[in-house]
């Protein structure tokens, strides 16, 4: 009972699905990135929307349709790309989502001292509340998708709660005259400088995660009907959320004063002390993170779908590819993919500050998630050269459009891949820091392709 073919008893519902695919492809953290750059952000989103997300939109449903193993982006780039890309491609998917679950979680320790007085650069104090929430997470994850669905769930209604209330206090204030920024005569060109370049790819990583969906397309009532709508839904709402969510935090504060670790935090306590309810700012400051909380457990479930589909491929041991009978959880993929978080978290504090720390998660995070991104956007245009699918979805203007979408989604995740790597202008070190997440890069491709030879050599061995 223990098999790799047993199937979960529970699915998920329409708006569990959409809940789930907004938690895994939106972030309000990277608001606050976006307005430290001032307003000329804010036709970034709209840019980024449709050079990017409606390319993966697109290239995530016809690719979902073709391929219905659940393996998502990694099953995407094995079957157009072969064996070696699909498994470098899910290599660096997944392990993308470790510094970003670092990242995540220093974020949310940051939220919650913010909340409660405690010392921003305590690192201790950083670490173990990190270790708190990646073990709550994990044990919701063990208890399987009758009980996971309901962090992402419960965060995403908190998510559009804060929002909702930033939105609503930036009207306020700039009902009152008092706007932080004058929005009339400031310049929407963006300039080429490492904020600008910082934030393309920052953007293109804010939108990405959609993709997610297509591991549960197994596991959907409605199956590709419901991930049709929920991405229709994802992209609307996300531009709303980044758009709405900027210009209300550059009502708040100026740009200069906006950071991007702190950036939230400050601007949250400004905007309610402006109207009377400052008090309350702890309070708003928790529903923030539980929102990040069910991003951070939405985002776990994805990575642990490619751990269980790298072990159906036999490219990790077999315990991976098994699943609990009673739950249809993945057990053992879940519990590694925890300790390596945690790992993470310990190493990427290693000689640096908190801010430091982070800077560097973010950095590596963004990188690593948009290589994948190259791999599935060529693997969905060698598919154009194939057999349409009898009744299958696809984007007004048939092939010609999906071919279009796929080179300008292929071309927006190259500059975002560039942009990653341009150091930071008050960088002491720049050549070093580009050095540090370049050869981190590369040093991961090194490990992947080793595993990749290793299990190769293994099941040539066995046949």
């Known amino acids: 009972m223990t098999d790799a073919t047993i199937a979960a008893p529970q699915k998920l519902k329409f708006w569990d699905t959409a809940l ?17 750059v001032g307003p000329s952000s804010l036709p970034m989103w709209l840019l980024a929307l449709i050079t990017f997300f409606i390319p993966l939109s697109v290239a995530t449903v016809e690719l979902t349709t073709r391929f219905e193993d659940g393996g998502g982006i990694y099953s995407w780039a094995r079957g157009t790309l072969g064996p070696f890309a699909g498994f470098i491609c899910g290599w660096f998917y997944w392990t993308n989502l470790l510094p970003y679950f670092a990242g995540i979680l220093y974020f949310l320790s940051g939220l919650l001292l913010a909340a409660f007085g405690g010392d921003p650069k305590d690192t201790l104090l ?7 929430f990646t073990l709550l997470v994990t044990a919701v994850q ?45 310049s929407y060109v963006p300039v080429f400088n490492f904020d600008t370049a910082i934030l393309w790819g920052t953007i293109v990583f804010a939108y990405c995660g959609v993709e997610g969906v297509a591991f549960l397309r197994n596991e959907i009532e409605g199956g590709m009907r419901t991930v049709v709508r929920v991405l229709g839904i994802a992209g609307i709402s996300g531009a709303l959320i980044y758009i709405l969510g900027t ?23 400004v905007g309610l002390s402006h109207v009377g309810i400052g008090a309350f700012a702890p309070v708003v ?47 053992y993929a879940i519990v590694l993919q925890s300790v390596l978080t945690l790992v993470m978290v310990f190493l990427s504090q290693a000689g640096s500050s908190v801010a430091g720390a982070y800077d560097f998660m973010v950095a590596m995070g963004v990188l690593t998630i948009v290589i994948p991104y190259v791999f599935m956007f060529i693997g969905h245009l060698k598919t154009q050269r194939l057999p349409p699918i009898p009744g299958a979805w696809a984007p007004p203007g048939g092939k010609r459009m999906s071919i279009f979408l796929g080179w300008m989604g292929l ?31 590369i040093a991961m491709f090194v490990i992947g392709a080793g595993l990749y030879w290793l299990a190769a050599r293994r099941r040539k061995a066995a046949a």
């Open 411 to 441: 071309v927006s995740t190259l500059i975002a891949i560039v942009c990653t790597l341009i150091p930071n202008s008050s960088e002491q070190h720049p050549l070093t820091a580009f050095l540090k997440i370049f050869l981190s890069a």
């Open 142 to 186: 063990i208890a399987g998708l009758k009980y996971g669905k309901w962090v992402p769930n419960i965060g995403m209604a908190c998510g559009w709660a804060v929002l909702g209330l930033i939105v609503l206090v930036g009207i306020v204030i700039a009902g009152r005259g008092q706007s932080a920024t004058d929005f009339l005569h400031s």
């Open 285 to 331: 400051i928790l529903l923030f993170a539980l929102s990040m909380l069910g991003g951070f457990a939405a985002n776990f479930l994805m990575g642990t779908r490619i751990l269980f589909a790298a072990g159906i491929d036999d490219y990790l041991p077999a315990a991976f590819a098994r699943r609990n009978p009673r739950t249809g959880a993945p057990v």
């Open 247 to 269: 210009a209300a935090f550059l009502v708040i504060l100026p740009s200069s004063e906006l950071s991007r670790l702190a950036g939230f935090t400050d601007a949250l306590r």
């Open 20 to 36: 789930y695919t907004l938690a895994v492809g939106t972030g309000i953290r990277w608001i606050a990135v976006a307005a430290a």
């Open 126 to 132: 950083y670490m173990g509340i990190s270790v708190g």
